[in-house]
């Protein structure tokens, strides 16, 4: 009798290990308007795993924006926009599985107006 033995990551996308500046915000269960911010940990074309002090619920659909560290051109900033739901929470961080992605050029104000109270982000 043969055994067939699977090794390595059968993830159909590739995950990418990045610290990028994350901030997001999304609608709670009141309609109280959330804000939130944090850095993340691997990137793939279909999901986002981040770390935040205060992540959203499981479930969640959340707006996330990515400080993207190019520059258009070697002159404009970019931000990856990202929409998608909360699909867990845990030690190892908050998963963020996406439904749609695009890069938008930005201005300073854009990225950077974080909320004071926000001690996961370490803008400069």
């Not at 901030?23 to 959330?34: D, I, K, S």
């Not at 104000?109 to 982000?121: D, I, K, L």
Request: charged content about 25%; aromatic content about 8%; overall charge negative.
């Amino acid at each position: 009798m043969s055994v067939e033995v699977i090794h390595g990551d059968r993830r159909v996308d590739r995950r990418y290990d990045v610290e990028l500046q994350l901030r997001f915000h999304y609608t709670n269960e009141e309609g109280a308007l959330r804000v939130g911010c944090g850095v993340t940990a691997e990137l793939s074309r279909g999901g986002i795993l981040f770390l935040t002090d205060d992540p959203p619920p499981a479930g969640t659909d959340v707006e996330a924006h990515i400080a993207w560290p190019f520059l258009l051109q070697d002159t404009c900033p970019l931000e990856l926009v990202v929409q998608g739901s909360i699909s867990g929470v845990s030690d190892r961080g908050t998963v963020l599985r996406l439904r749609s992605y695009e890069f938008r050029t930005c201005g300073e104000r854009s990225f950077f107006e974080v909320p004071q109270h926000c001690g996961a982000c370490r803008v400069a």
